[in-house]
């Protein structure tokens, strides 16, 4: 299967035309799952007094749940894209937090001094660029010696079937087809991020399997979010009643997670690790 956006992924204005999906989906301002933000957090070893980068930081995740953790030190969102880090701030102030620092830039060069950072982290963020093993060394330039870095990236996508039930009920809503966005699984085999980790240069690179049984409540905003972010050019002129049709048959493609009220949505990431030497 083709994915169109496959070479157009690492561009600004992609990103910059996905934004309104990625506002739509955060207007809630809190994280989209948190447990795997707590576990990336936990994995790099975040301290409350340490300096903190998050790159491809988008719409804040995890930056501003590190932001809640971080007493003494700093949090800095970095992203390529404005209008994503502009919902990453809104957010931020929706939910009273103060300490989190916004910087636009690339992760092929990032725009800080070398040794600045005891962590850096990433969500969803590598898949894309072509130079993987460039953008590692970049976040091994801006780490203080000691520091660690952790990178979280989807599973393969046969491990993570929502993103084909979501397609399968736009499909049937629209009538049209939405070819899974495959770039973002090209990282989802084991030993791909530990493999990047050990060639830009760490002492140490380790590789773990995330999964995870997400419970999502019938009707949650869940679905609209991933709706938002899978089609967010088909969105912007949906009246409610649309969004309500568009739902029913977005959650009726994902009756095969159903249980009751609850829908049991398996999801795969791995999380790569990598140390340095002090
Ligand atoms: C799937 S979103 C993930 C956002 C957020 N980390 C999350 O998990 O919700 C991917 C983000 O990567 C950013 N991005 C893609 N290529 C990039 C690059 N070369 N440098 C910096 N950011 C990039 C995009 O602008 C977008 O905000």
């Known amino acids: 299967m083709t994915d169109p956006a496959s070479d157009t992924e690492n561009r600004t204005d992609y990103w910059k035309n996905r934004s309104p999906g990625w506002t739509e989906a955060a207007s809630g301002a809190k994280p989209s799952n948190d447990t795997f933000n707590l576990r990336l957090i936990e994995e790099v070893g975040i301290s409350p007094d340490m300096d903190v980068l998050d790159?491809?930081?988008?719409?804040?995740?995890?930056?501003?749940?590190?932001?809640?953790?971080?007493?003494?030190?700093?949090?800095?969102?970095?992203?390529?894209?404005?209008?994503?880090?502009?919902?990453?701030?809104?957010?931020?102030?929706?939910?009273?937090?103060?300490?989190?620092?916004?910087?636009?830039?690339?992760?092929?060069?990032?725009?800080?001094?070398?040794?600045?950072?005891?962590?850096?982290?990433?969500?969803?963020?590598?898949?894309?660029?072509?130079?993987?093993?460039?953008?590692?060394?970049?976040?091994?330039?801006?780490?203080?010696?000691?520091?660690?870095?952790?990178?979280?990236?989807?599973?393969?996508?046969?491990?993570?079937?929502?993103?084909?039930?979501?397609?399968?009920?736009?499909?049937?809503?629209?009538?049209e087809n939405f070819p899974p966005r495959l770039i973002r699984h090209n990282l989802g085999a084991p030993g791909l991020l530990a493999d990047i980790i050990t060639q830009a240069g760490f002492a140490k690179a380790e590789e773990i399997e995330l999964k995870q049984e997400r419970l999502i409540k019938k009707d949650n905003d869940y679905f609209r979010r991933a709706v938002a972010r899978t089609a967010p050019h088909r969105i912007g002129t949906l009246s409610e009643a649309e969004w309500t049709a568009l739902l029913d048959d977005v959650q009726n493609a994902c009756a095969d997670y159903r249980d009751g009220d609850i829908y049991r949505i398996p999801i795969v990431a791995r999380l790569g690790i990598g140390t340095t030497e002090i």
């Open 55 to 175: 790159i491809a930081s988008g719409t804040g995740d995890p930056a501003i749940t590190i932001a809640g953790k971080i007493e003494t030190g700093s949090v800095t969102a970095c992203d390529m894209t404005p209008t994503m880090l502009a919902v990453a701030a809104a957010r931020a102030a929706k939910l009273s937090i103060d300490n989190l620092r916004i910087t636009a830039g690339n992760m092929t060069a990032l725009p800080f001094c070398d040794s600045t950072f005891d962590a850096v982290t990433s969500r969803n963020g590598l898949m894309f660029p072509n130079d993987k093993i460039g953008c590692a060394r970049e976040v091994l330039r801006v780490l203080k010696p000691g520091g660690t870095a952790g990178w979280m990236v989807w599973g393969p996508i046969d491990a993570n079937p929502t993103f084909s039930s979501v397609n399968a009920g736009l499909k049937k809503f629209f009538g």
